[in-house]
């Protein structure tokens, strides 16, 4: 793939490294045919997706194609894999920003915290004979 001009939303070189080594190796540990589009772009395109909000088939061009990105994005959200590269670059992030590592606190909104649907009392019909 040719060298393009880099987002805000691309992985460091740093934060690579750190992926790297948290993704999880193919169950049968066989790699199968050599990638035609690098992992670190089909995740580059998938941050640019997620913080922009565009559409998919809105992707700039110079990224990996669309369907190549929603196809690993289905895969890995499936598969669990998303999370772990989320936990693999959290503490990096807090770290970076100055923060405590593991936060200290937390808060819930009432607006948060899912309830009934309904306010107030169930209306019910009388029996009928």
């Given at each position: ?58 992707l700039?061009?110079?990224l ?19 999370p ?32 009934t ?13």
């Amino acid at each position: 793939m040719a060298r393009r001009q880099r987002y805000s939303t691309d992985l460091t070189d740093a934060q690579w490294q750190r992926i790297q080594a948290a993704w999880p190796l193919p169950k049968n540990g066989r790699t199968g045919r050599p990638r035609k589009y690098a992992l670190r772009e089909v995740l580059n395109t998938i941050l640019y997706q997620l913080r922009t909000g565009c559409a998919w088939r809105l992707l700039p061009h110079d990224l990996v194609p669309w369907t190549v990105a929603w196809e690993h994005f289905g895969r890995w959200r499936d598969q669990g894999t998303l999370p772990l590269l989320h936990e693999a670059l959290y503490e990096q992030v807090r770290a970076n920003e100055g923060r405590q590592v593991a936060p200290s606190a937390a808060a819930l909104d009432s607006q948060a915290v899912r309830t009934t649907e309904k306010g107030g009392q169930k209306v019910t019909s009388a029996a009928k004979p």
